[in-house]
Structure formats: structure tokens, C-alpha cells
T-cell receptor
Framework: SAVISQKPSRDICQRGTSLTIQCQVD?????MFWYRQQPGQSLTLIAT?????????ESGFVIDKFPISRPNLTFSTLTVSNMSPEDSSIYLC???????????FGSGTQLSVL | GQQLNQSPQSMFIQEGEDVSMNCTSS?????WLWYKQDPGEGPVLLIA?????ELTSNGRLTAQFGITRKDSFLNISASIPSDVGIYFC????????????FGPGTRLSVLP
């Protein structure tokens, strides 16, 4: 399994500011992802974080709004830029193991934008 | 895009009862994962299934990979208060490397 540490666990931010969320995995994994979970909803994939190159974004998500870095196999960051109240959600880091194709999640970052 | 349906959306049961929920898709999946999410936490992986017909248990939880590869089932026996939460299924489409698709979740409430 993979243990995923994510921080901050929660934040309250002002409109127009940016927040960077960090994700650290305790073992080498093949893939890392960022998901958004809006209140009362399921999980929506934002992007796949690619090591040393630009992330692969899903439809509806763009790099200017959600820049992602993955400088090595076990660390990634997601920035939520120029925030608005509509960005209030839980943001989840996840990692996929090389064997047995399991997907693990961090504890999430609860973001509230005022 | 591919979508998963989960049934029921929510359920209220008495402590000690058994629970059944399912996840269905219109297309074939080659992996099914079941998660539980508590408030304020990330989803926790409960069971992973990789072959059609596979039946796997984790304590009081049992999940099955449907024969048609388009569905999966999760059963909880003798429910207890800490079973309360949202249960999500996730499926990996047939082509390796495609991302997991998540169902909308089943919200479980256990009455003492």
C-alpha cells in the first residue's frame, strides 16, 4: 500500500488569492493524480501529475487555474489559482501503485473561499 | 465519458443488519475498487477486484466482480455504527492506463 501525506488539511482563503497543496507519498508509485470533490458529490479527476513534465488535464480543467508540479516520483503540488467561492471543495491527492493496480488517497484538503 | 451508477443512493439500516449495494456500468471494466469515506477524510480503499466472478472479503465486507464485467457488489454483514459513511465504487476501463471512474456513492446510516 501507499501512505499519502497531504497538507494543509484545510484552509480558508480570500477570493483572488492562490493556495498550493502539497502531497508526499511514502513509496515509489507509478502515477499520481489530483481529484476534486465538491460538497456532497463524488470525485472528479483534475489531472494526472507527470514526473518532470507538464500534467495531463481532464476536460474542464486548465493549467492556468490548476498548475501542478511533480519534481520526483513521490512528491507533487497542486495550486488553486485566483480562487473564487466556486473553488470551495475538497482536493485530494492520490497515487497508483505499480503492482495490483490500487489507487490510494490522501486525507484531503478542505478549501473554503470567501 | 464512462459513467458508473451506484444503488441505492442512501440507506438507513438497523445495527446488526446486513447491507448490500451495487455499482453498474454500461461498459466493461477490468478492475473494481470499493472505498469508504468518513466526513472530513479521504476515501479509504476497502477491497480491490481484478477478475470476473472474483469474490473477495475484508472482515465483514465482501465484494464481487460481476460475471459480465459491468457490475460489482459490496456486502456488509452485521453492521455496526462505525460503518456509517459514504461508499464509493471505482472502475478501471478495459484499456490499461485509463483512469479510474468513480460512482456517485452510497450513503449508509446505521441506527442503534
Amino acid at each position: 500500500s501507499a501512505v499519502i501525506s497531504q497538507k494543509p488539511s484545510r484552509d480558508i482563503c480570500q477570493r483572488g488569492t492562490s493556495l498550493t497543496i502539497q502531497c508526499q507519498v511514502d513509496s515509489q508509485v507509478t502515477m499520481m493524480f489530483w481529484y476534486r470533490q465538491q460538497p456532497g458529490q463524488s470525485l472528479t479527476l483534475i489531472a494526472t501529475a507527470n514526473q518532470g513534465s507538464e500534467a495531463t488535464y481532464e476536460s474542464g480543467f486548465v493549467i492556468d487555474k490548476f498548475p501542478i508540479s511533480r519534481p520526483n516520483l513521490t512528491f507533487s503540488t497542486l495550486t488553486v489559482s485566483n480562487m473564487s467561492p466556486e473553488d470551495s471543495s475538497i482536493y485530494l491527492c492520490s497515487a497508483r501503485t505499480a503492482t495490483n493496480e490500487k489507487l490510494f488517497f490522501g486525507s484531503g484538503t478542505q478549501l473554503s473561499v470567501l | 465519458g464512462q459513467q458508473l451508477n451506484q444503488s441505492p443512493q442512501s440507506m438507513f439500516i438497523q445495527e446488526g443488519e446486513d447491507v448490500s449495494m451495487n455499482c453498474t456500468s454500461s461498459s466493461i471494466f477490468n478492475t473494481w475498487l470499493w472505498y469508504k469515506q468518513d466526513p472530513g477524510e479521504g476515501p479509504v480503499l476497502l477491497i480491490a477486484l481484478y477478475k470476473a466472478g472474483e469474490l473477495t472479503s475484508n472482515g465483514r465486507l465482501t465484494a464481487q466482480f460481476g460475471i459480465t464485467r459491468k457490475d460489482s457488489f459490496l456486502n456488509i454483514s452485521a453492521s455496526i455504527p462505525s460503518d456509517v459513511g459514504i461508499y464509493f465504487c471505482a472502475g478501471a476501463p478495459l484499456n490499461y492506463g485509463q483512469n479510474f471512474v468513480f460512482g456517485p456513492g452510497t450513503r449508509l446510516s446505521v441506527l442503534p
